[in-house]
């Protein structure tokens, strides 16, 4: 059989509360007898949790039924916290609409943050506590209106923890401290292990007064709260410090000096919304404390209130090992304060800007492998440049502190730019450039000839052909870089002496036809001495325009100065005349023999043939 007057509960609303108004509300004798009704068990774990068989009897909405289980759920989870075998209420709350929050039953809710008084747990007719069996909610046992108990206005430390627990972890803008999304069970925690140590010159009180039985238990346990959390942070500042001359004036850790109060809290507190907690304490140990801090789990909070880090956490930030920041602390290149460490023992700690000014100029100088990655070349070309001094390199730089690696960075990107900066864009020809990462004595030889190279594009003697991302991609005209580079070139070519001895010309005469442009080269330096080149191509192209006099002569059986009268009608090329007028290393074009030789054929005969 349905309930004749149904409704859905608040969503505040006590999950056994709800059922309590529905059996009133019914005219029936309590829960249990709801109970009874809905056909289950007349327990409260029956009734909050069989919601279907509850929803069915009783014409219920289930989505009712799970609501309330859900809010018991709630208030089971608090534990030994879960004020269940009395009744908690606030008068003005009760005036305004007679039924039970569900947050009244946690035992550290001991003020109504809406109305800004006490709750109440006691009738003040007949002295007894409300108990959940009253028939009415409304109502003592005794027939007495709770409507019309004493009201007492809250502390702020009542109002701050019970609005806390009352909103589920969320706290109001004008109750301090602040938090968002606190979680309760680790706030009750923090309230216990201040509440039990309130003291610091008396022991902890016996952990069963962390769970009180009424109200007026409850604010006896919490009364350390309203100091703590008076103007805050002050009120918990002055309790570290208190804390501090009372502990241990040997201890060298805050573990020790505070023991298991800040053990506790700094478990409790950190990496959650209550973190503060924590933090005053370390902020206050960093100012009146001695110790070391840092040895625990809470090193990073200790490093920023400090501002100080250990040798070995420093020597890590930077990049070095603790032996050479051990060093640099003895030779005073390192800032540093001493800490006592156990007996005897000492601990260095270095500043928080002292390593971030170290990581900066350390910064600045970076390793071998990171140059040629910025600078898109290869590490025998690094090494070429520093031999060329064109950017600024230490080879002792383990020995410095504040160098991070061989190779200045800065003096790298600064002749990227000025390399960049000097680039002449031309039209090249395929084949006719040659890269900065290039620059290789396995390719061009002469190592010098490389610095000296290096050392011309830096000073803007030798330009680029095009800017490019990085310097290793820099081009430049073979024709300007082969002027510094002797060997490979003579490898693939020939000097005027290998040219003569090859092709049994006149040294003076080869030299002759490279002054007058018939003949194209290359000019290098070679053991510090000018010198010039003949290439493969270029001699190909040479013959291919030119033949001289003297090897037609020889290839006729004749001599030079009798061919030369005979051909009285060509003209002679790059013939050098001599001290005694005579004329050395004519040439004779070869399109200037092809016609002789079609006149001839066209006349009948042969000018290459012998008429006999």
């Not at 009372?246 to 409790?268: M, P």
């Not at 031999?387 to 600064?414: F, T, Y």
């Not at 190279?453 to 290793?472: F, P």
């Amino acid at each position: 059989m349905g309930l004749i007057i149904t409704h859905a509960p608040h969503p505040e609303e006590s999950g056994l509360g709800y059922y309590r108004r529905l059996a009133a509300d019914n005219a029936l004798f309590g829960w249990r007898n709801l109970a009874a009704t809905a056909g289950v068990e007349p327990s409260r774990r029956a009734l909050l949790t069989r919601t279907d068989d509850v929803a069915r009897n009783l014409g219920l909405n289930s989505g009712w039924t799970e609501s309330a289980c859900k809010q018991d759920e709630l208030c089971r989870s608090w534990g030994r916290l879960h004020r269940a075998q009395s009744d908690a209420v606030c008068p003005a709350c009760l005036a305004e609409s007679p039924y039970l929050r569900h947050h009244w039953e946690h035992a550290y809710v001991t003020a109504c943050p809406t109305h800004r008084i006490r709750l109440v747990d006691r009738c003040n007719a007949c002295e007894q506590k409300l108990t959940p069996a009253r028939l009415y909610i409304g109502l003592c046992a005794c027939g007495h209106d709770l409507r019309n108990l004493p009201q007492t206005s809250a502390t702020h430390a009542q109002l701050w923890l019970s609005t806390l627990l009352g909103g589920r972890g969320r706290s109001s803008s004008n109750l301090k401290p602040v938090f968002d999304e606190v979680d309760t069970h680790v706030l009750t925690k923090v309230v216990r292990t201040l509440c039990l140590r309130g003291d610091p010159a008396k022991p902890a009180l016996p952990r069963g007064a962390s769970h009180p039985k009424s109200v007026d238990e409850a604010i006896v346990f919490l009364a350390p709260l309203e100091a703590l959390l008076s103007d805050w942070p002050r009120g918990l500042r002055e309790h570290v410090e208190q804390r501090l001359a009372a502990g241990n004036k040997e201890a060298r850790t805050l573990n020790t000096q505070l023991g298991d109060w800040y053990i506790s809290l700094r478990k409790a507190c950190q990496g959650t919304s209550l973190e503060p907690f924590l933090q005053v304490i370390i902020d206050v140990a960093a100012e009146k404390s001695e110790c070391v801090l840092g040895l625990d789990s809470a090193k990073a909070m200790a490093e920023d209130a400090t501002r100080h880090v250990r040798a070995s956490d420093a020597a890590k930030a930077i990049g070095i090992s603790v032996s050479r920041l051990h060093d640099a602390i003895h030779l005073g290149e390192c800032a540093h304060r001493v800490r006592r460490m156990g007996t005897r023992g000492q601990v260095y700690e270095v500043s928080c800007d002292e390593v971030k000014r170290i990581q900066q100029h350390r910064a600045q100088w970076i390793s071998d492998s990171k140059a040629c990655e910025l600078a898109g070349i290869t590490p025998a070309v690094l090494e070429r440049m520093k031999a060329a001094g064109v950017i600024c390199s230490d080879i002792r730089w383990r020995e410095d502190l504040m160098k991070g690696g061989p190779v200045e960075q800065q003096s790298l990107l600064d002749l990227h730019e000025r390399v960049g900066q000097s680039a002449t864009p031309a039209a090249a020809k395929e084949g006719t450039t040659l890269t900065w990462s290039e620059f290789t004595s396995r390719r061009l030889g002469d190592k010098s000839a490389i610095a000296s190279l290096m050392q011309a594009i830096a000073c803007g003697e030798v330009t680029a052909v095009t800017r490019a991302r990085t310097l290793g991609d820099m081009s430049f005209f073979m024709s300007d870089v082969s002027q510094y580079f002797g060997t490979p070139l003579l490898e693939s070519g020939m000097s005027i002496q290998q040219l003569s001895k090859a092709t049994g010309w006149k040294w003076e005469s080869i030299s002759h036809w490279m002054d007058e442009g018939l003949l194209a080269c290359e000019s290098i330096q070679l053991r510090g001495q000018p010198c010039r080149v003949v290439l493969p191509h270029q001699l190909l192209a040479f013959r291919q325009n030119y033949i001289p006099l003297a090897d037609l002569a020889r290839a006729m059986d004749k001599k030079s100065s009798t061919l030369s009268l005979a051909l009285f009608s060509v003209e002679l090329l790059g013939a050098k005349r001599l001290p005694d007028g005579a004329l050395r290393g004519a040439l004779i074009r070869i399109a200037d023999l092809g016609r002789l030789a079609v006149i001839g054929a066209k006349a009948g005969h042969d000018l290459f043939v012998p008429a006999a």
